[in-house]
Each structure stands twice: as structure tokens, then as C-alpha cells.
């Protein structure tokens, strides 16, 4: 061997740059490249993909020469490389391709080094959507409230006729019986797990010309019962007190 040729190996291997390391994320199926950084490749140049923890070689160029090594399941034609930079190219890549690819450039220029970690993720199932029945403890249907007057509870105070109404609801369980007055709420009683007849009175004047309503609900239902004209109601009412009025 000539003596300038050990020679300038010599220079070469002392004048090595450090490992750079780069990190890369793909999707399965698709193509990565593993750029090398060489712009152009010369005559004596050779360059060395290596992968995994031992570093089996799986390419190079020597002497402008490309070899693939690739006839392993894991490579089988999957594998490419450029005859101008030495860049890697990895075609349908899959998960088992994930790992460590180490690259070595030996040129006149010096000795580099790159280590490339590929990380490959297989795609993400799309989401699907179900209903889940939802069971509930609640009845099919609520009964509606009746509405009724207390002609024993009629009264006369400063002139003014009352008549007293009561709403009524029978064999009902974890319901809320309410009285509005247009929608603001007057008044309510709930009861929880038992299976009872509810009442719940109200007192109105018998000129009241309001409308009122009655309201049976549960979480997931409710029924109503309104009260336009009072007079219908309380007419046994107007009898009484009339008869009252005449006694004093």
C-alpha cells in the first residue's frame, strides 16, 4: 500500500465528527427518509446505513456502488437509496421498522456519524359512537292532577270572597306536586320512594282573574293541569257566602 494512502486514512479517522442524533415519528404505511446531509457523493466516498442495538448493516454505497441488504422480512423491499446524496429511504413502513438507524460517512473530508430513532405508530381506529340504553326506576307516564274545590274552606274576609283549591294526584312515587301562578311558583310537596296519594291546597280570591296551574313532575317527565276561570271552581263557594252575608 502506497504511503500516502495510510496516510491519509490516518488524517481521516482522527478528523471524525460527533453523533448526531435525530428523533422521527411516522405513521404506518407510509415513506420516510433518512436524510444523510451529503450533497454529493464522490468516487471514494462510502456510506454505511447500519439498524438496531448491533448494528446490521442494511445498505451502502461503495465505490458509487449501491447494496441493499434487504432480503430479512422486515426490509424485504422496503428499502432505497440515493445515488447522488445516501440518503434512506423506507417504503410502507411498519411498526417493525421502529428502532435505531445509525449512519457512517467515510470521505476524504472526514468521518461522520448520524443516529436517526424512528418511532412508528399505527393508525388510530375511528372512534364509533353508541347509545347506551339508559334504565330507569320512573313510570312510563305520571297522572294528571286534578284540581278540586274545598267548598268547607270558603271565607269571607274584609268583603272578600276565598275559595279554597286543592290538587290531588293518587299512587304516585319520587314525584314534586307544585302550584304556579302564571310560572312563578307558589308552593310544592314532594314525596321520595313511596307509593301515595298526594294533595296539595291553595287559597285564592274568587275575583282572581290569574291563571293557575297544577304540576306533577319526576326528572324525566311531568304533567299539568291549568286553571283559567276560578268561577268554575268556586261557584258552591259564592252560594256559601252569599248565604253567610245574609245571616249577619
Known sequence: MPMWTVFLFFICVHDAQTDEMISVSVMEGDSITLNSGVTEILRYDRILWFFGPSETRIADI?????????QSARFKDKLQLDSQTGSLTIKNITT???????????????????????????????????????????PASLPIPVITSDSSQCSLSSSVSRCSLVCSVLNVSDVTLSWYKGISLLSSISVSDLSISLSLPLEVEYQDNNTYSCVINNPIRNQTTHLDNISQLCHTCEGKVWFTRQDN
Open 62 to 70: 461503495n465505490d458509487q456502488v449501491i447494496t441493499r441488504y434487504d
Open 96 to 138: 417493525t421498522n421502529s428502532g435505531l438507524y445509525k449512519l457512517t460517512v467515510l470521505s476524504q473530508r472526514g468521518v461522520s456519524h448520524k443516529t436517526f430513532t424512528v418511532t412508528v405508530s399505527a393508525p388510530v381506529s375511528t372512534p364509533v359512537l353508541q347509545t347506551i340504553p339508559q334504565v330507569s326506576h320512573y
